[in-house]
């Protein structure tokens, strides 16, 4: 059995819910973790005493976020003593290309060389786009900006202005077997 820091970082509750699936899925397998919300519960957190400790963050605008980078980069000296795992939660991640794969591994690259951690695992996985909490202009905005993913999910209905209506309700891209699978490790 063995004991597992979950650290992560969310702003609109995707990476939580994606960290809470692998505590779940890590406690089924008879392990003990323990989730922590870097955010609020930093004063919570003693490292030591863990086997290993899971780290998630997702991306807005290009980057993670700043207090996720700032607590890594101040504990780094014991989390470089126990294996590590590090996932981004993005949406460029559920695109196709080369171009958006070399994307994501620029947006974990950043992550790593502004923090110095050295998991032994890094991964993305697609997050969701959480339409019934932007407002009007987050909602045009965010629409814009991921024209691919939601091409990629309604085909050429995307850009409908029906969508208007399909896209007040929340649209979620992780696939949750792959989740599971980042636990198998
Ligand atoms: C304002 C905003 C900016 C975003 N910027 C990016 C981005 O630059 N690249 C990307 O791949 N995804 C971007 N996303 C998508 C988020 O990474 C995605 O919604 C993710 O599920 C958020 O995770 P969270 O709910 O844990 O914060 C953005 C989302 C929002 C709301």
């Given amino acids: 059995m063995l004991k597992i820091a979950l650290l992560y970082g969310s702003t609109e509750g995707q990476t939580k819910k994606i960290s809470e699936k692998i505590r779940e899925s890590l406690i089924e397998k008879g392990h003990k973790a323990d989730l922590f919300n870097l955010k609020s519960d930093q004063k919570q957190i003693k490292l030591n005493g863990y086997d290993g400790a ?96 939601l091409k990629k999910e309604f085909g050429e209905k995307s850009s409908d202005i029906n969508m208007d209506l399909e896209l007040n309700k929340d649209i979620e891209f992780t696939d949750w077997g792959e989740v599971e699978n980042f636990t198998e490790i």
Avoid: C, W
């Fill in 54 to 149: 899971i780290i998630g963050s997702s991306v807005h605008i290009g980057r993670h976020q700043k207090y996720v980078l700032k607590y890594i980069k101040k504990n780094i000296e014991l989390l470089s003593r126990i294996p590590t795992a590090f996932f981004s939660v993005n949406l460029t991640a559920y695109e196709d290309k080369a171009e958006s794969q070399e994307k994501v591994k620029g947006f974990i690259n950043d992550f790593l060389s502004k923090t110095n951690l050295d998991p032994v695992i890094t991964t993305a996985f697609p997050g969701a786009l959480k339409f019934s909490q932007y407002g009007f202009i987050k909602r045009k905005f965010m629409k814009k900006i991921t024209s691919d993913v």
